[in-house]
C-alpha cells in the first residue's frame, strides 16, 4: 500500500548486520517505527506482509518473475537475483542515508504492475572502499553455477561490475487422457522432457557524481548461452471397447543459441534537496536462434492400414529490439506532501520467421510451404502520470491518474505473402485508456489501521498470443494465436485492518474485490475428422473475484517465528460462446462459481551454533477456469545456513519441492471431449551454495546482538 505516513519516502533510523545474510532493519512504515530482521535476498512481498502491508499481492505464482525489485539511488546498480544479498549483505549501515519503500505501484508505475520496490539510498559523504564475493554452487539434478562481483564506492565514483555463469538442468513429464465423447474413443499419451540451458551474464556499470546536484550513470548488461531440449511422446488410441487403434512414438529434439545485451544511459539533476529530474535512454535487443528435429512414428492394428514415419525440422529465429525513454520529475512540497509527474515511452519491435522441412526420413525432406511463417510485431506505448500524495492528522492519502495510449500492429505471413507478393492482411488497434489510482489509510488508536485502496489494472496479450500461426510439436494438441485479442482490464478495491501488538504478534484482516472484463483464457476444442485437440486464447468474459485473506506473524520462544497466511476467495466467471477459426462447433462456456482457499506458512527457527533452518508449505484447493478446473495441489521447501570464518564464509543447503508434489493436474470438457491432464516440473532439488565476501569496508554490527542466530531467505 503506498498511502505512506510521511509520504513514499520513509526515513530510515537504522541498519544492523546481525550476520551471515542478515541484518536488522528499522524504518517509518505509515508513520509508525518498524523494525524486522530480515536476509538480503529476502522477497520484497514477505518482508512487507510481515510488517502488516497485506494489500501487497504476488504478481506470479513462482515469485520468480521478478516484479518485486530493489534499487540503491534510484537504479538496479548491478542488483540481480543472484548477487543482491551477497552486495547487500557487505554494504556498511553508516553508508546509507534513507530507504523508500513502494509496496502497490502508484500511477507512475505501468498498470501492468510491479509488485513492489524498496529504494536504498546512499549517503553522499559515504567512504571510499571496495567489496564483493565470489559463489559457487550445485545440485542433485547435475546444474551448477558460479559468480564474482566487486563494487566500488567514492564520493565522485560509484562501479561495479560482475560476472556469472550457470548450467541447469530440469526434468519434466506428464499424462494426459482424452475421451472423443462423440463415439467414445480415448487418446492417452505420456510424455518425458529434459531441458539443460547454460548461460553467461555480465553487468558492468558506473555512476559518476559531476557536481552535488547532477549525476551521470551508464549500465550495460549482456547475456550469450543457449540448451538443448528433449521430449518424448507415447499415444496410445483406442475405441469404445477399449481396443487399441494405434500406438505412437513421436521424439523432439531442439537445441536453441541467445544472445541479449540492454545499454543504459541516465541523468539526474536534483534542482533541491526535495525536487530532481531523472532522465533514463535505454536500448535492448534480443535474439534467440532455435531449431527442432521432430521424428514420429505410428503403427496400426488394422493390417490394412499402412504404418506412418514421419520426419521434420523446424528452425524458429526471434529477434527483438526495443527503446526506453523515460524522464520523471519529483517535487517534496513538505513532510507531509509529494507530487510526481513524468513520461515513459517503450518502443518495440520484434520479427520471428518459422520454417519447416518436412519428409520420412533425414534424407528426403523438403521444405513445407504450408508451415512457413514469418511473425511480425510492433507496440508503442507513450504514458503520462502524475500523483498527489499527503497526511491530515491520522488521515494519510495518495491519488494518481495515469494516461496510456498505445498501438500494435501485427502480421502473420505465410510463403506466398513472404516471397511471392500476396497481399497479407495487418491487424492495426490503437488504445487510449486512463489508469486511476488511490490510497487511503487511517491511524486508529493502540496500534489499529484501516486501509483502502483502488486501482484500475490491464493485462495486454503479448506477441505468441497475438500470432495465428499452429505450433506443431504436439501433432494430436496444435496451439496458435488470435490476432483479435484485446487487453482484460480490471477495478480492485481493498479494504485492510491491521492490528500489532507489542509482544511481537500481528494480524491482518484484508477484503478485496476485482472485477475483469474481457478475461483472457486459454480454450480448447476437437477436430473430430483428424482426432486433433486446438488450443488457442480469447477474450472469453467478465470474471468477478472477492476475498478475505488473514495473515498472522508469531515470535515464539524466542527461537521460532511463524508466518500464516489464509486466502479464502470466491471466484465467478461469466458464461460465453466463441467460435475458432476450425472449430466444427462453437465453444461455450457456462457460467460457473467457486470458493476457493489456500494457506501457506513459513517457519523460521534459529539453532545453536549461528546456525538457522526454514520450511515453507502451501496448499492451493480446486482452482476454476474456462472449460473446467484445477485439482489441489501443495508444496514443500526446506532450507538451512551456516556462516564461517566471522560471516565471511556462507554455506547454504536447501530442498526444494522435498516432497516431490509440485504437479498440476487440470480437468477440462467441451463440445465433443472430456480431458484429464496432468504436469510436472522440475520434481525434487537439493542444492548447495558457498559464499565468500571479501572487502575494506568493515559492517557495523551491533554487539548486543553479534551472537543472535541469522534469518533467511531460501531461493
Known amino acids: 500500500q503506498t498511502a505512506f505516513g510521511k509520504g513514499p519516502y520513509q526515513e530510515r533510523n537504522n541498519?544492523?548486520?546481525?550476520?551471515?545474510?542478515?541484518?536488522?532493519?528499522?524504518?517509518?512504515?505509515?508513520?509508525?517505527?518498524?523494525?524486522?530482521?530480515?536476509?538480503?535476498?529476502?522477497?520484497?512481498?514477505?518482508v512487507l506482509r510481515d510488517l502488516g502491508c497485506k494489500s501487497v499481492k504476488c504478481g506470479c505464482e513462482t515469485t520468480n518473475c521478478g516484479l518485486c525489485t530493489v534499487w540503491i539511488n534510484g537504479k538496479a546498480s548491478g542488483l540481480t537475483a543472484d548477487n543482491q544479498a551477497d552486495i547487500l549483505e557487505m554494504m556498511p549501515a553508516e553508508d546509507i542515508k534513507q530507504v523508500e519503500v513502494i509496496t502497490n505501484p502508484s500511477a507512475k508505475y505501468s498498470p501492468e504492475g510491479t509488485a513492489g520496490i524498496i529504494n536504498i539510498i546512499l549517503k553522499d559523504d559515504r567512504k571510499p572502499g571496495y567489496y564483493g564475493s565470489v559463489k559457487a554452487g550445485a545440485d542433485t539434478d547435475g546444474g551448477y553455477q558460479a559468480s564474482g562481483n566487486i563494487n566500488y564506492s567514492s564520493s565522485k565514483v560509484d562501479a561495479y561490475a560482475?560476472?556469472?555463469?550457470?548450467?541447469?538442468?530440469?526434468?519434466?513429464?506428464?499424462?494426459?487422457?482424452?475421451?472423443?465423447?462423440?463415439?467414445?474413443?480415448?487418446?492417452?499419451?505420456?510424455?518425458?522432457?529434459?531441458?539443460?540451458?547454460?548461460?553467461?551474464?555480465?553487468?558492468?556499470?558506473?555512476?559518476?557524481?559531476?557536481?552535488?546536484?547532477?549525476?551521470?550513470?551508464?549500465?550495460?548488461?549482456?547475456?550469450?548461452?543457449?540448451?538443448?531440449?528433449?521430449?518424448?511422446?507415447?499415444?496410445i488410441s483406442t475405441d469404445k471397447q477399449k481396443n487399441t487403434v494405434y500406438t505412437s512414438d513421436r521424439t523432439t529434439d531442439g537445441n536453441s543459441d541467445m544472445k541479449m545485451y540492454n545499454l543504459e544511459l541516465n541523468y539526474l539533476h536534483k534542482f533541491s534537496e526535495n525536487s530532481n529530474i531523472d532522465l533514463t535512454v535505454s536500448n535492448n535487443q534480443w535474439r534467440n536462434d532455435g531449431l527442432s528435429i521432430y521424428e514420429q512414428s505410428t503403427r496400426y492394428t488394422d493390417t490394412d492400414l499402412t504404418d506412418k514415419q514421419e520426419y521434420q525440422t523446424q528452425e524458429n529465429n526471434i529477434k527483438n529490439k526495443s527503446w526506453e525513454v523515460q524522464a520523471d520529475y519529483t517535487n517534496k512540497i513538505s513532510d507531509a506532501s509529494r507530487i510526481e509527474a513524468g513520461y515513459k515511452g517503450t518502443f518495440q519491435r520484434e520479427s520471428s520467421p518459422v520454417d519447416t522441412y518436412t519428409g520420412t526420413t533425414a534424407t528426403d525432406i523438403e521444405q513445407d510451404q504450408a508451415l512457413y511463417n514469418r511473425f511480425l510485431y510492433n507496440q508503442d506505448v507513450h504514458a503520462l502520470y502524475m500523483t498527489y500524495g499527503g497526511k491530515w492528522n491520522n488521515l494519510s492519502y495518495q491519488a494518481g491518474l495515469r494516461g496510456e495510449y498505445w498501438r500494435v500492429d501485427t502480421r502473420s505471413l505465410d510463403f506466398d505473402q513472404e516471397f511471392n507478393g500476396k497481399p497479407s492482411e495487418t491487424f492495426e488497434k490503437d488504445y487510449f485508456k486512463l489508469f486511476p489510482s488511490a490510497f487511503i489509510s487511517y491511524a486508529l488508536p493502540k496500534n489499529n489501521e484501516i486501509q483502502v485502496n483502488y486501482t484500475r489494472r490491464l493485462r495486454r496479450p503479448w506477441g505468441g498470443q497475438l500470432n495465428s500461426f499452429r505450433n506443431i510439436s504436439d501433432a494430436s494438441n496444435i496451439s496458435f494465436g488470435n490476432p483479435e485479442l484485446t487487453p482484460e482490464y480490471s477495478h480492485s478495491f481493498e479494504l485492510n485492518y491491521i492490528k500489532t501488538w507489542e509482544s511481537g504478534h500481528t494480524l491482518s484482516l484484508s477484503g478485496y474485490y476485482r472485477s475483469t472484463d474481457d478475461v483472457i483464457q486459454r480454450?480448447?476444442?476437437?477436430?473430430?475428422?483428424?482426432?486433433?485437440?486446438?488450443?488457442?486464447?480469447?477474450?472469453?468474459?467478465?470474471?468477478?473475484?472477492?476475498?478475505?485473506?488473514?495473515?498472522?506473524?508469531?515470535?515464539?520462544?524466542?527461537?521460532?517465528?511463524?508466518?500464516?497466511?489464509?486466502?479464502?476467495?470466491?471466484?465467478?466467471?461469466?458464461?460465453?460462446?466463441?467460435?475458432?477459426?476450425?472449430?466444427?462447433?462453437?465453444?461455450?462456456?457456462?457460467?460457473?462459481?467457486?470458493?476457493?482457499?489456500?494457506?501457506?506458512?513459513?517457519a523460521n527457527v534459529s539453532l545453536p551454533w549461528g546456525v538457522s533452518l526454514q520450511g515453507t508449505g502451501n496448499y492451493n484447493s480446486k482452482r476454476l477456469m474456462a472449460q473446467g478446473y484445477r485439482e489441489p495441489n501443495y508444496s514443500v521447501d526446506l532450507g538451512l545456513r551456516k556462516s564461517f570464518l566471522k560471516d565471511k564464509l556462507t554455506l547454504s543447503i536447501n530442498a526444494r519441492d522435498l516432497l516431490d508434489s509440485r504437479r498440476f493436474r487440470t480437468i477440462t470438457s467441451g463440445d465433443g471431449f472430456w480431458q484429464d491432464s496432468e504436469n510436472w516440473r522440475g520434481g525434487r532439488r537439493v542444492g548447495f551454495t558457498l559464499t565468500y565476501n571479501f572487502g575494506n569496508m568493515n559492517k557495523k554490527k551491533d554487539k548486543s546482538r553479534s551472537e543472535e542466530p541469522d534469518m533467511y531467505e531460501m531461493d
Open 15 to 46: 541498519v544492523d548486520f546481525i550476520g551471515g545474510n542478515i541484518m536488522e532493519i528499522q524504518f517509518v512504515l505509515n508513520d509508525k517505527q518498524v523494525k524486522a530482521e530480515v536476509g538480503a535476498d529476502t522477497i520484497l512481498l514477505n
Open 523 to 602: 480454450i480448447r476444442f476437437l477436430n473430430t475428422a483428424d482426432n486433433v485437440m486446438y488450443t488457442t486464447s480469447e477474450n472469453v468474459a467478465r470474471q468477478q473475484n472477492s476475498g478475505l485473506e488473514i495473515v498472522g506473524k508469531n515470535n515464539l520462544f524466542s527461537i521460532l517465528s511463524l508466518t500464516t497466511t489464509v486466502n479464502l476467495y470466491y471466484s465467478k466467471l461469466d458464461g460465453f460462446s466463441y467460435l475458432p477459426e476450425g472449430a466444427e462447433a462453437p465453444v461455450i462456456g457456462e457460467e460457473d462459481e467457486s470458493f476457493n482457499w489456500n494457506v501457506r506458512m513459513i
Open 162 to 235: 560482475n560476472l556469472s555463469y550457470r548450467n541447469r538442468e530440469m526434468k519434466g513429464g506428464g499424462i494426459t487422457s482424452r475421451e472423443n465423447t462423440a463415439n467414445n474413443s480415448f487418446l492417452d499419451q505420456t510424455n518425458n522432457s529434459k531441458r539443460q540451458h547454460n548461460n553467461w551474464l555480465g553487468r558492468i556499470g558506473a555512476t559518476c557524481h559531476i557536481t552535488k546536484s547532477d549525476d551521470l550513470a551508464f549500465n550495460m548488461t549482456g547475456m550469450t548461452g543457449g540448451g538443448d531440449n528433449n521430449e518424448s511422446i507415447h499415444y
